[in-house]
């Protein structure tokens, strides 16, 4: 019989094996920063300076304003693993298991298509036209110039962290362009993104790990503050 203190220490819990790569646009982490840092300034001030109906106008814009802009600038995230793709959206966040995926598509905007027909824009990958076309002239300007210029304009990465892909994460970089693994084309970093997601898929699209269904979560923690601050200002302008 084992005695009490010859027992076997207890299973420790494992890290999960997959950790997730997450991907944001920093270009729009900063522009979030600015607008609530203006938006708290003009809000603040008018609620405790402000006189008659102006604080409660100024409060109720601000509830308002204040969850719409952290939607559509902070909160947009891409993560990313081997079993599936999750989109956090500026009102919905999405569960893509890469067997659900049928395509990942990119145009105007950067699209995962499920194989429902289903389409999910990427929020946190926008696309950047000027950045497409300083990659194209970057690209011909390095063909020209030959490989070494070609590796000058590659070191001026377009992911935080300085890498593209999926190896680290990151955020957009300001001047948006990166280059492909093993001497590829410079490209936009979003679009490089978008390649390396769709590397991830063709390879992991079949695995049994990679299976499941596609779930949708509406952030009822952005829309309801949202909408409580319309509410209130509605009531307020109405009763003017």
């Avoid at 500026?90 to 569960?95: A, D, E, G, K, W």
């Avoid at 962290?161 to 300001?174: F, I, K, M, R, V």
Wanted: include cysteine; charged fraction near 20%; hydrophobic fraction near 45%.
């Amino acid at each position: 019989m084992t005695t009490p203190e010859h027992q076997p220490p207890a299973p420790q819990p494992q890290d999960p094996e997959f950790k997730d790569r997450i991907h944001r646009s920093s270009g729009g982490i900063v522009c979030g920063v600015l607008l609530l840092a203006v938006i708290l300034w003009l809000g603040l001030d008018a609620l405790f300076t402000g006189a008659g109906r102006t604080p409660w106008l100024a409060l109720a814009g601000m509830i308002l304003v204040v969850p719409l802009v952290i939607a559509f600038t902070l909160r947009p995230a891409v993560y990313v693993n081997d079993d599936r793709l999750r989109v956090r959206n500026p009102f919905r966040v999405i569960v893509l298991p890469w067997g659900q995926v049928a395509a990942l598509r990119s145009g105007y905007s950067h699209e995962a298509v499920t194989e429902s027909g289903t389409r999910y824009q990427l929020w946190a990958l926008p696309v950047s036209l000027r950045a497409r076309k300083r990659a194209a002239r970057e690209e011909a300007r390095a063909a020209a110039t030959g490989e070494g210029g070609r590796s000058g304009a590659r070191g001026r990465g377009g992911l935080l962290g300085g890498g593209g892909g999926l190896g680290g994460g990151g955020g957009l970089g300001a001047r948006g362009v990166t280059a492909g693994d093993a001497g590829g084309p410079l490209r936009a970093a979003s679009d490089q993104a978008m390649n390396d997601l769709r590397a991830l898929h063709e390879s992991r699209q079949d695995a049994e790990t990679a299976q499941g269904e596609v779930k949708v979560r509406w952030a009822y923690e952005i829309v309801g503050p949202a909408v409580a601050g319309a509410v209130l200002l509605a009531i307020l302008l109405a009763v003017a």
